[in-house]
């Protein structure tokens, strides 16, 4: 299951039961198991591993203030490729693929790779790559800027004989990653290729091969981005075999009359996915997602970030951020918390309402409104405060998974990567977190101050807790630390609520 729909549900859980203990005075009915969705059929054959390219002692170190990769002569393409930052404390270098076929062009028919030599007027942060072959001159070019994570890269074949002759398509391979759903960082991956339109998704958890036409097209993992764009349509290609996610695109054979060249030229983006990252030199907004949460969860994090100038610790700027919308937020929680006290008094004039017209609907509606008039009580205002604060929490709480600013982010004591689970020992395969035992704690506390009257509404204290405990227990440290903050001020707040409106 995705972090993102574990997210959800967790929401979804304490939204279901503060509306139940507001808003249902009656008996409660058996929530039927929902059906499991049958697994879906794959229509392709799962095919063996693909070979790797052959990768030869030819290689060239480039880089810049960002990143280091190792370009290969033999065929044009890069082989290794790391950046400087956004390292963990057991890493020199945040490695992004081994074995990468990135930029590596085969022309159609041909078995071995071009054999490219370095051309004499190459420079620090501009190479060029020259190979003759079949009546043809291959050349590649690579831009490199100091401050950017984007290449420029052109392509060019020319006619060298006096002759026409045709030049062969080119299969431009983009690269390849595989999908390890065992890791949160690979587990899931988003594939998309613009066309014009609304982007064309890939879905690439099941085997596959697939053609579409667009100008360019993303790869996303949780921390990772690999980013095409042309000025002209290219088709695309997509693959998986045995879970090795490969993809690329192929330029159209062409007649080339004598001394004739045409020429290719596109952009690459290998980088963090991090919207605040990648911003400047992406601008397609749909690259990054869209929707109400994830616009919510930037805005948040650019609070987040701002705090971060002034507090140097990606751990307690979480803490100090999560009060902050808790203190933004204590009115509608005080009215919430009231409206529940309240709700709570008249559970008895209720439950007798509900026994004397039981048979009776339409009549037991209009006593219950009619009861709800006469104490001024709002039945819905136990939930709707909780309502306008959802969004929040949870555009904080995705904003928060694939920030990677916290890669490597030390807090304190035992939390030494706020991007990862805070463990502290393990028992046999089993990992022992502890922020997630403190998520359990503070919300079983939470469920325990909150008023319930139904046996099954007690039962909720510990059921909604141990269901969080087991849905976020391999979170990263980082979102942890928000929902335990988010937790610990809850309790304050419910403390001070209830003590206030004893007296």
């Given at each position: 299951?995705k972090?993102?729909?574990?997210?959800?549900?967790?929401?979804?859980?304490?939204?279901?039961?503060i509306?139940?203990?507001?808003?249902m005075?009656?008996?409660?009915?058996?929530?039927?198991?929902?059906?499991?969705?049958?697994?879906a059929?794959?229509?392709?054959?799962?095919?063996?591993?693909?070979?790797?390219?052959?990768?030869?002692?030819?290689?060239?170190?480039?880089?810049?203030?960002?990143?280091?990769?190792?370009?290969?002569?033999?065929?044009?393409?890069?082989?290794?490729?790391?950046?400087?930052?956004y390292?963990?404390?057991?890493e020199?270098?945040?490695?992004?693929?081994?074995?990468?076929t990135?930029?590596?062009?085969?022309v159609?028919?041909?078995?071995?790779?071009?054999?490219y030599?370095?051309?004499?007027?190459?420079?620090?942060?501009?190479l060029?790559?020259?190979a003759?072959?079949n009546?043809?001159?291959h050349k590649?070019?690579i831009?490199?800027?100091?401050?950017e994570?984007s290449?420029k890269?052109?392509?060019?074949?020319?006619?060298?004989?006096?002759?026409?002759?045709?030049?062969?398509?080119?299969?431009?391979?983009?690269?390849s990653?595989?999908?390890?759903?065992?890791?949160?960082?690979?587990?899931?991956?988003?594939?998309?290729?613009m066309?014009g339109?609304k982007p064309?998704?890939?879905?690439?958890a099941?085997?596959?091969?697939e053609?579409?036409?667009?100008n360019?097209?993303?790869?996303?993992?949780?921390?990772q981005?690999?980013?095409f764009?042309?000025?002209?349509?290219?088709e695309?290609?997509?693959?998986?075999?045995?879970?090795?996610?490969?993809w690329?695109?192929?330029?159209?054979?062409?007649?080339?009359?004598?001394g004739k060249?045409?020429?290719f030229n596109?952009?690459?983006?290998?980088?963090?996915?991090?919207?605040?990252v990648?911003?400047?030199?992406?601008?397609?907004?749909?690259?990054?997602?869209?929707?109400?949460?994830?616009?919510?969860?930037?805005?948040?994090?650019?609070?987040?970030?701002?705090f971060?100038?002034?507090?140097?610790?990606?751990?307690?700027?979480i803490?100090?951020?999560?009060?902050l919308?808790k203190?933004?937020?204590f009115p509608?929680?005080?009215?919430?918390?009231?409206?529940?006290?309240?709700?709570?008094?008249?559970?008895p004039?209720?439950q007798?309402?509900?026994?004397?017209?039981?048979?009776?609907?339409?009549?037991l509606?209009?006593e219950?409104?009619?009861?709800?008039?006469t104490y001024?009580?709002?039945?819905?205002?136990?939930?709707?405060?909780?309502?306008?604060?959802?969004?929040?929490?949870?555009?904080?709480?995705?904003?928060l998974r694939?920030s990677?600013?916290?890669?490597?982010?030390?807090?304190?004591?035992?939390?030494?990567?706020?991007?990862?689970?805070d463990t502290?020992a393990?028992?046999?395969?089993?990992?022992?977190n502890?922020?997630?035992?403190?998520?359990?704690?503070t919300?079983?506390?939470?469920?325990?101050?909150?008023?319930?009257?139904?046996?099954?509404?007690?039962?909720?204290n510990?059921v909604?807790?141990?269901?969080?405990?087991?849905?976020?227990y391999?979170?990263?440290?980082?979102?942890l630390l928000?929902?335990?903050?988010?937790?610990?001020?809850?309790?304050?707040?419910?403390?001070?609520?209830?003590?206030?409106?004893?007296?």
């Open positions: 299951m972090e993102e729909s574990r997210i959800l549900i967790a929401f979804g859980l304490a939204l279901a039961v509306i139940l203990f507001s808003m005075p009656g008996k409660h009915k058996p929530i039927s198991k929902p059906q499991q969705p049958e697994p059929s794959i229509d392709h054959e799962i095919s063996e591993n693909q070979e790797d390219f052959e990768i030869s002692d030819r290689r060239r170190e480039l880089k810049n203030q960002l990143y280091n990769f190792s370009l290969d002569l033999l065929g044009g393409k890069i082989v290794s490729f790391s950046l400087n930052g390292t963990r404390p057991d020199k270098r945040f490695l992004f693929f081994q074995n990468g990135t930029l590596l062009d085969m159609d028919g041909e078995t071995s790779q071009i054999v030599d370095i051309s004499p007027d190459s420079k620090d942060d501009f060029i790559l020259r003759k072959q009546g043809l001159e590649k070019t831009e490199i800027s100091p401050v994570y290449l890269v052109g392509i060019e074949q020319k006619n060298i004989l006096d002759k026409n002759i045709s030049a062969g398509g080119l299969n431009i391979s983009l690269g990653l595989f999908l390890n759903r065992h890791h949160p960082e690979e587990a899931s991956v988003d594939f998309m290729v066309n339109g064309y998704k890939f879905n690439v099941r085997q596959m091969k053609k579409i036409s667009g360019a097209c993303v790869v996303r993992t949780r921390y981005m690999y980013y764009r042309s000025d002209e349509p290219v695309f290609r997509v693959e998986n075999k045995s879970s090795r996610i490969s690329g695109f192929h330029i159209p054979s062409v007649e080339l009359t004598a060249s045409r020429k596109f952009s690459f983006y290998i980088g963090p996915s991090d919207y605040f990648a911003r400047s030199e992406i601008k397609d907004i749909r690259v990054f997602g869209t929707g109400f949460f994830v616009s919510m969860g930037r805005f948040i994090f650019y609070i987040l970030n701002s971060h100038r002034f507090i140097p610790n990606w751990g307690l700027s803490i100090l951020l999560t009060v919308i203190l933004v937020f509608l929680t005080r009215n919430s918390l009231r409206s529940m006290k309240q709700m709570q008094k008249l559970r004039y209720l007798d309402i509900q026994k004397k017209y039981k048979d009776n609907p339409q009549m509606q209009r219950m409104m009619n009861l709800y008039k001024k009580i709002n039945p819905f205002g136990g939930c709707l405060p909780m309502l306008i604060q959802i969004p929040i929490f949870v555009g904080f709480f995705l904003a694939s990677i600013y916290l890669r490597g982010s030390p807090f304190i004591l035992w939390i030494k990567d706020l991007s990862m689970p502290v393990s028992i046999g395969s089993v990992p022992i502890i922020l997630p035992f403190l998520m359990f704690i919300s079983f506390f939470q469920q325990r101050m909150t008023p319930a009257v139904e046996q099954s509404q007690k039962f909720m510990i909604l807790p141990l269901m969080m405990l087991v849905l976020f391999n979170f990263s440290s980082g979102l928000y929902w335990v903050t988010m937790n610990f001020a809850g309790l304050i707040e419910q403390y001070y609520i209830y003590n206030l409106t004893k007296k």
